[in-house]
């Protein structure tokens, strides 16, 4: 059973650690791209920037900046190459944003 419910919100299952991970159901491809921004200059940075400027729950914070690529392409764990916006890693079965 996963800690975060998506309660209606546009949402991806982690398989690697079980988790749930949201973002906000008014999240638009500006704003996801400046979290991806801050995001990868930090992991702390990110989850600080989804905490105050998203108003989201620390927990789901940091569940989101986790799994946004490092690199924009490439799985935010092992590395290899990913399809899509939102998917899950064929290699590592990781989710991952890359906004």
């Keep these: 059973m996963s800690l975060i ?3 209606g ?5 982690c398989p ?4 749930c991970v949201v973002w906000p ?3 638009n491809g500006q704003e996801a791209k400046d979290l991806a921004k801050v995001t990868r ?4 940075e990110g989850m600080r920037y989804a ?3 998203l108003r989201m729950d ?4 940091k569940a989101l900046a986790l799994h946004i690529t490092r690199t924009k392409g490439f799985c935010h764990r092992c590395g290899s190459v990913i399809q899509g916006s939102e998917s899950v890693c064929a290699g590592c079965n990781s989710a991952n944003l890359d906004w």
């Design 51 to 53: 905490h105050e400027k």
């Design 41 to 44: 200059t930090g992991v702390l």
């Design 9 to 13: 919100r546009p949402h991806l299952w």
């Design 58 to 61: 620390l927990r789901e914070a």
């Design 16 to 19: 690697r650690c079980r988790t």
């Design 25 to 27: 159901t008014n999240l």
């Design 5 to 7: 419910e998506p309660q």
